[in-house]
């Protein structure tokens, strides 16, 4: 049975919580679709964390992420919406998440947002 998209994200216990170190998981492979005009858009997502006390488990990242693909989202909405799923999924030290958009029209966009705000780990 194939698997399937789900705003669910899973976490699990951080195995060194004594430790500070970052995460950094990315994916050449996001896509949702301009809300204006419904064309797809595509983006490298980049997820860069500290953990406190859990992390959030690889595939249901995956499936989160996938679970964008036909909802309609501006570039800038969609990456505050992802940081806040996962502040609130993993509650870390720090995390930033940064989308860089594949150039339509002949602009290219990059968004970063992090929590704390203005803090990068």
């Given at each position: 049975m194939p698997t399937?998209?789900?705003r669910e994200l899973v976490t699990v216990d951080n195995?060194?919580?004594?430790?500070e170190y970052t995460v950094r998981c990315e994916t050449p492979e996001f896509t949702c679709v301009c809300p204006l005009?419904?064309?797809p858009d595509f983006a490298t997502v980049v997820v860069?964390?500290?953990?406190?006390?859990a992390i959030v488990e690889l595939k249901s990242l995956k499936l989160y992420l996938w679970s964008f693909r036909d909802e309609g989202a501006?570039?800038?909405d969609?990456?505050?919406r992802i940081l806040d799923d996962l502040v609130a999924a993993v509650s870390p030290r720090q995390m930033t998440v940064t989308t860089d958009w594949q150039v339509r029209g002949g602009i290219h966009t990059v968004?970063?947002?992090s929590?704390?705000?203005a803090a990068a780990p």
């Open positions: 399937a998209p789900s195995p060194r919580p004594g430790r005009t419904g064309q860069e964390y500290v953990p406190a006390a501006f570039h800038e969609v990456t505050n968004v970063t947002v929590h704390p705000d």
